[in-house]
DNA sequence: CGGTGTCATCGAATCGATTTGACCATGCCG
DNA sequence: CGGCATGGTCAAATCGATTCGATGACACCG
């Protein structure tokens, strides 16, 4: 029995107190249905009287069986999560378009606790769809853990999953552009800082072997798009997208990997902070830029701080990708059958990417 | 009745099978309670069988009365407010706190739809606490909206809410020592470069009708922080913490406002920014830092992209904040009473404060 | 052998709402 | 005036679990 009494007004008090039924109190609550303007009225100075600010959401969840809640399962903690810009504009798509249903996010770290643990809101939190935001590995955990509990499931970005709609960009198309564009200013070697390849963060330069552990989308698909036109010389893995990483990759690249009359004379970079970091480490190196080499990255984020370089890079529309992923969402609750899209992605050239220097 | 028949299985289902009452078997699932393996075995067996995978989190939280969501009202549109690395830091330490509760994040914009409406999350959603991230202003709709369905808050950073804990900065005494720092050097003509004031974003040069209506925190902290040392020759309104808004502060402050020889040494911004887009202003101005101009932040973040610079700021425990709010979050829901902090802050000297020019 | 205590199990109440179908006045029509 | 809609109101079932107090079995002790 209830330990609390919780003096919290209830509907059956709001409705004895106007002198009317429950069933009729709920009626006025929720608008729908048949209801004389008096009554109504009544009711509402009842529950003004007692303080009563709206049925309890609650009790209404239980009954109509929908929490109004949209599971977010982010791929990491928090605070790197977001420290992605990437990352944060699909997320306001995605918030904004939910918003618009009454549909509330619940963000859910989709950290590995190891050994198939995962956290204890994918287990018990309430939600009537979760969408996987970043894409699942082979046997995600995450995604398994849903599963089972037959949660309906929005995937974005990566390897399609049975029955659930997915959410793309045209990922390998957009990378293959981004190289064409540099093959056709006359680049030969050009270098590739790549996103994380998977479970297991690593970083340094990828041999054959590693190459075909790229688990992980978009990697994978970035990396597919730019072997369709060109070979890269290197293959530097990073640990995250972050300019850190991105600065020092391409300081071992054009620094101290060769001698500098072998160096990559361009660099395609899966995302633009990686891209941003190159462009750094170049400056630090005393290269100019594009003269000396040329950098391309992968996202169209609006980069203020490069300033006054302006980043060549595959502008891909985020914030709709967020609100398709929210569209999807919403009619897998409706019950409707999403479809699976894929967004198209465009080079929009900047000021990092020019002719190959004469050698 | 239930228009769908909705053929998850129940409790009772798993329990009708496993010729237990509904109570052991509730007993069996939540493991409180005394029972015996075998039983224990047995309830388990029938759920595998019927594919049931635990309690519905809807009648378990009916039944507790808690629905295990901290809402987390953040100021604005997602995408703007997770463009803030600040915003970010504290929400990170706040959702690993929560997370070891097993309690999750529900994020609900605070943005104000005019006219007193607020999002219909706030007057709707099942939340066991509120959590005001970036402080309230007065007369705040969504504080209201939050009062009048009795919903415990936690309010970060600003002015305090009766009744509720509050985390916040000794913002106040760290934009002291930053000037104290700047006036050390040598420095008397410095210009300030401020967060937004509160409704309605302005940017530009404010004046002493307008410096009244600082209402929002951490602003008005800071601004008196500042004059307990110095008063600023100009003070510059932006809309946003973000470096764009501080780079075009910093070039009207550094280039056109006055001449030269009259331009202010240093500038010391309410964020890092802010400060970074000043950094980058002087930089384009052809202004040698700190020879020609010091520029000193608040916040304490790590901006790779700033290299070589590296800024002078006020570091504040940003991630400590959010498990603080997260704390007294789980206070408030076990009924505890929680305390308000205040949590220290002190200052980083960096390569961009330097002794004032010799005139 | 009766009394007492322990322990696993069960029955029933409860959390707070929504929704359906029944019910009872009306009002209208023929 | 009887029959038939119409429309507002209500009683009761239901959503799916948790938890209290009762029950019965069993062992132990005096």
């Not at 793309?168 to 981004?178: I, K, P, T, V």
Request: overall charge negative; glycine content about 12%.
């Amino acid at each position: 029995m209830g330990r609390t009494p919780s003096n919290r007004p209830t509907l059956a008090r709001v409705a004895e107190r106007a002198g009317v039924s429950v069933s009729t109190a709920s009626l006025a609550f929720s608008g729908s249905g048949p209801i004389t303007p008096e009554t109504r009225d009544k009711v509402f100075a009842a529950a003004t009287d007692l303080g009563y600010t709206g049925p309890n959401p609650l009790g209404r969840q239980l009954r109509r069986g929908r929490s109004g809640i949209v599971g977010v399962v982010i791929g990491d903690h928090p605070g790197r999560a977001f420290r992605d810009p990437v990352a944060v504009q699909v997320l306001d798509g995605l918030v904004d378009v939910l918003g618009t249903e009454g549909l509330g996010v619940l963000l859910i770290p989709g950290v590995d606790l190891g050994e198939d643990t995962v956290d204890p809101l994918l287990e018990t939190a309430a939600m009537d769809v979760a969408v996987l935001v970043w894409g699942v590995l082979t046997d995600d955990p995450t995604l398994a853990a849903l599963q089972r509990r037959s949660v309906p499931v929005v995937v974005g970005e990566g390897r399609a999953v049975e029955g659930s709609p997915l959410v793309e960009l045209e990922d390998r198309a957009g990378a293959a552009e981004a190289v064409r564009h540099l093959v056709g200013l006359g680049h030969t070697r050009i270098a590739e800082i790549s996103l994380p390849f998977g479970r297991g963060e690593r970083s340094g330069p990828v041999d054959a072997e590693r190459l075909a552990c790229a688990d992980r989308t978009p990697t994978a698909h970035r990396m597919a798009g730019i072997r369709d036109v060109v070979d890269p010389v290197i293959t530097w893995e990073t640990p995250a997208s972050l300019v850190e990483h991105g600065r020092d990759a391409a300081t071992e690249i054009l620094g101290t990997w060769v001698p500098a009359d072998e160096r990559p004379t361009a660099i395609v970079a899966h995302s633009d902070l990686l891209a941003a970091g190159a462009v750094i480490a170049a400056r630090e190196l005393g290269l100019r830029i594009p003269e000396d080499v040329s950098v391309a990255g992968f996202d169209g984020l609006d980069l203020p701080w490069l300033s006054p370089d302006v980043l060549t890079s595959v502008h891909q529309p985020l914030r709709d990708k967020g609100m398709k992923l929210g569209q999807a969402a919403i009619d897998l609750i409706a019950g409707r059958e999403p479809t699976s899209v894929s967004l198209p992605v465009g080079l929009v050239p900047g000021t990092t990417t020019g002719p190959a220097p004469a050698r």
